[in-house]
C-alpha cells in the first residue's frame, strides 16, 4: 500500500522567513496530494492540495509542488507569520481510496 | 469549503460505559466518512470506512464489535466506543469527501474522549 514520508518533523523559523516542508510517496498510482494544518487540540484543516495533473498551486503564501517522477511533493510557506505555527500534515491518496498521511511536521515561528 | 460538525466535542466517562460520538457534513452529501483517532503528538490513525447504507470497513487491528460505526444517512454518520477502557482515551475525528469539489476530504473539529 501506500507509504508516505514526512521531513522534517520539527521546524523553526524566524517570522518572516519562509518555511519547506518535504514528502515523499511510494504509490506512482496516487493522484491526489492534500496539505493539512491542526491546531492544538483541532481538527485537520485543509490548506491547499494539488493533483497529479498539475505541477505546482499557489493560493497567496502558500504553495504546493508536485514532482511525479521523483514522488514527491513539498508545501512552501512564504513570509511566515507566528499564526502559521501548528503542525502540517502531507497526505496521498488514489481514486476512491482513503487518505495516508505523513506523520506530521511542527512548525514553530519565532517573532 | 465544505463543513464538517462533530458531537460532542469532548466527553468523560466511566469505565465500562459506552459513548456515541456524531459526524455530520453540514452543507453536502457523504456517502462515505472515515473515522480517524489521534494519540498526542502523534499523526492520524485510520479506523473505518463508514459506508453509508451499507457495513463499515475496519482496519486491520480495530475491533469492529468496540468501535461500533453507523452511516445512518448520507449527513450522518456515529461512533459508538462500547465498554470504554482507559486506553480508549483518545482524539477521535471524522472526515467526509466532498464529491461537488472532487472529493476534497474535510474533517470535523474532533471530539476529545477520556475515560476514567
Known amino acids: 500500500g501506500e507509504n508516505v514520508e514526512q521531513h522534517p518533523s520539527t521546524l523553526s523559523v524566524q517570522e518572516g522567513d519562509s518555511a519547506v516542508i518535504k514528502c515523499t510517496y511510494s504509490d506512482s498510482a496516487s493522484n491526489y496530494f492534500p496539505w493539512y494544518k491542526q491546531e492544538l487540540g483541532k481538527g485537520p484543516q485543509l490548506i491547499i492540495d494539488?493533483?497529479?495533473?498539475?505541477g505546482e498551486k499557489k493560493d497567496q503564501r502558500i504553495a504546493v509542488t508536485l514532482n511525479k517522477t521523483a514522488k514527491h511533493f513539498s508545501l512552501h510557506i512564504t513570509e511566515t507569520q507566528p499564526e502559521d505555527s501548528a503542525v502540517y500534515f502531507c497526505a496521498a491518496k488514489k481514486g476512491n481510496t482513503p487518505l495516508v498521511f505523513g506523520k506530521g511536521t511542527r512548525l514553530s515561528v519565532i517573532a | 469549503g465544505a463543513v464538517v460538525s462533530q458531537h460532542p466535542s469532548w466527553v468523560i466517562c466511566k469505565s465500562g460505559t459506552s459513548v456515541k460520538i456524531e459526524c455530520r457534513s453540514l452543507?453536502?452529501?457523504?456517502?462515505?466518512m472515515f473515522w480517524y483517532r489521534q494519540f498526542p503528538k502523534q499523526s492520524l490513525m485510520l479506523m473505518a470506512t463508514?459506508?453509508?447504507?451499507?457495513?463499515?470497513?475496519?482496519e486491520q487491528g480495530v475491533e469492529k464489535d468496540k468501535f461500533l460505526i453507523n452511516h445512518a444517512s448520507l449527513t450522518l454518520s456515529t461512533l459508538t466506543v462500547t465498554s470504554a477502557h482507559p486506553e480508549d482515551s483518545s482524539f477521535y475525528i471524522c472526515?467526509?469527501?466532498?464529491?461537488?469539489?472532487?472529493?476534497?476530504?474535510?474533517f470535523g473539529p474532533g471530539t476529545r474522549l477520556l475515560v476514567l
Open positions: 463508514s459506508n453509508e447504507g451499507s457495513k463499515a470497513t475496519y
Open positions: 452543507d453536502f452529501q457523504a456517502t462515505t
Open positions: 494539488i493533483r497529479s495533473n498539475v
Open positions: 472526515s467526509a469527501p466532498d464529491s461537488s469539489s472532487g472529493e476534497t476530504q474535510y
